[in-house]
């Protein structure tokens, strides 16, 4: 804990880097495309060092820069100039009477190389291996040197041996890419009934579930850590350090993520877990919120067409009111994925919050017209209006629509805090207290939240000795340092001195055990 991690650019010295662009495909779904594309960077993904760049940005990037046109040598290159990676491969899939032709080839601009074209034929039914044999062929034919020890594993031990589980998945892939989240649990979701030890899916399904606010995450991550053997090593990090995460053992999962980042520099989605890890469970060990956004910045780096950072790095811009940085990363975020609903979201809320009279107005207007598939982007403006001059009219109408029965029930959790402080600002202290004692309903975290906040009340001068011993006994049992310090903050504002020198003696004490600048904070 506390350690801060300021990121420079990948360090991928002594790794192959590679990117496969999306197939041509006669015959078949679309879907396949980059279904293709997919299955075949999973196959590449460890062989003889080869480091395969995420799916979702090489094939963002390939639609964004050229619109899906077909691969030409100078739109390879400036592919590959673009994802900073030494080969790049395309490929073709045809399809007649039940059987399947592949056909790929891989470039080197930089060095001018080229291996292949290879051309597998097999039976539609055997897709997974007419995908390994076409990998192990491409290797062989120039990609890396002759070393059969460092071919690829069998490509179905890392996905699923079922054709059904694989097109849902794929089908979630493609949802996700392009933010529409609950479509990509419920494709997900088809994935794991068709093949329960689909860990791919599993972890992907945990992620999805996590966003929309539905399901059960942590069922889903222990799944995916219990087939672990079927991920690469570096989604089996992930799992693990999520599962220790949504377990409470904070500090062993940003141990893990921490140690995939420094092992895997290259991997966007590592940086991406270690931010929101900190963005939400850094400060009960005192981790400066620096670190996260160092984490989330080179997230976007390593990836700059994936939306999820930007989620982040908004809301966090939003709630320390800063709108320089909240309308520097919208017009950023606008760039990389102008139409998803996330997007418009976050627009909007800037407009809500510092916009002009007119775009205010145009705001409001839109709101129920808003999806709900990312949260977020609604309380975000929430957050900021509440602190803003008067403005009660647009208060209201956004407080109410994210209290809708069309929100999801996870955004409707999370306007809670904000009503929350809606209520204190008008006086109304039982309120606010009602409000948080809804929060004893939810998971533990809800419960320990809550109790602090409760305190912190107290603290404030609208004493309540019932709630506030209350709240005190829930945090009683393994308190983290940021616990301590309000049980001892409202002891003090109690007059219990005792309570004081006590709460102040085991902050001490769980300093000794932190680095130093950790410590420090402590103290």
């Not at 005190?472 to 007059?495: K, Q, V």
């Amino acid at each position: 804990p506390g350690r801060s991690v300021e990121p420079a650019d990948p360090d991928v010295s002594g790794s192959v880097a590679i990117g496969v662009l999306p197939f041509t495909v006669t015959g078949e779904e679309e879907m396949w495309r980059e279904g293709l594309a997919t299955l075949l960077a999973t196959s590449l993904h460890g062989a003889a060092g080869l480091q395969a760049r995420e799916p979702e940005y090489v094939l963002k990037l390939w639609e964004s820069e050229f619109e899906g046109a077909p691969p030409t040598r100078e739109r390879v290159r400036t592919a590959a100039r673009r994802l900073a990676i030494d080969w790049i491969v395309t490929g073709s899939m045809a399809t007649a009477n039940g059987r399947l032709r592949l056909t790929a080839e891989a470039w080197n601009p930089g060095a001018g190389r080229r291996a292949g074209p290879v051309t597998v034929e097999a039976r539609r039914e055997s897709l997974f291996s007419a995908v390994d044999h076409l990998t192990v062929e491409l290797l062989r034919d120039g990609v890396i040197a002759d070393d059969e020890s460092a071919l690829p594993i069998e490509l179905s031990r890392v996905t699923t041996s079922s054709p059904r589980a694989l097109e849902a998945y794929l089908e979630g892939e493609r949802a996700w890419r392009s933010a529409r989240l609950r479509n990509a649990a419920e494709a997900f979701s088809r994935a794991v009934r068709l093949d329960s030890t689909f860990a791919l899916a599993r972890y992907r399904l945990a992620i999805a579930q996590y966003w929309v606010g539905t399901g059960d995450p942590q069922r889903h991550l222990r799944s995916a850590v219990r087939n672990a053997h079927r991920l690469h090593d570096r989604e089996a990090t992930l799992a693990r350090g999520w599962l220790a995460l949504q377990e409470g053992n904070i500090q062993a999962g940003l141990d893990s993520l921490r140690a995939l980042t420094h092992r895997s520099p290259e991997f966007g989605e590592g940086w991406l877990r270690l931010g929101d890890a900190l963005l939400h469970n850094g400060g009960r060990l005192l981790v400066p919120m620096s670190e996260f956004r160092s984490a989330m910045h080179q997230a976007i780096r390593t990836n700059p067409l994936a939306a999820e950072p930007y989620w982040h790095l908004l809301e966090d811009a939003f709630f320390r009111e800063d709108s320089v940085e909240a309308r520097h990363l919208s017009e950023a975020y606008r760039r990389v994925d102008p139409y998803s609903p996330a997007c418009i979201g976050y627009m909007t809320a800037y407009q809500l919050a510092w916009g002009d009279p007119e775009s205010r107005a145009a705001a409001v207007d839109r709101l129920p017209s808003l999806s709900g598939e990312v949260r977020g982007p609604l309380n975000c403006a929430l957050s900021v209006l509440d602190r803003a001059p008067p403005l009660e009219p647009a208060l209201d109408l956004v407080a109410d629509e994210l209290e809708s029965s069309r929100r999801p029930e996870v955004e409707r959790r999370m306007a809670r805090p904000n009503r929350i402080r809606l209520a204190i600002r008008a006086g109304a202290i039982d309120e606010a207290r009602r409000l948080l004692r809804l929060y004893y309903g939810e998971d533990e975290d809800a419960r320990r939240l809550a109790a602090a906040n409760i305190l912190l009340l107290d603290v404030l001068a609208y004493p309540h000795p019932t709630s506030a011993r209350e709240a005190e006994r829930i945090l009683a049992e393994a308190p983290s340092p940021e616990e301590r310090f309000w049980m001892a903050a409202a002891a003090l504002a109690d007059g219990r001195m005792t309570d004081v020198d006590s709460g102040i003696a085991a902050l001490h004490q769980s300093a000794r055990s932190l680095p130093e600048e950790t410590a420090a904070q402590a103290r």
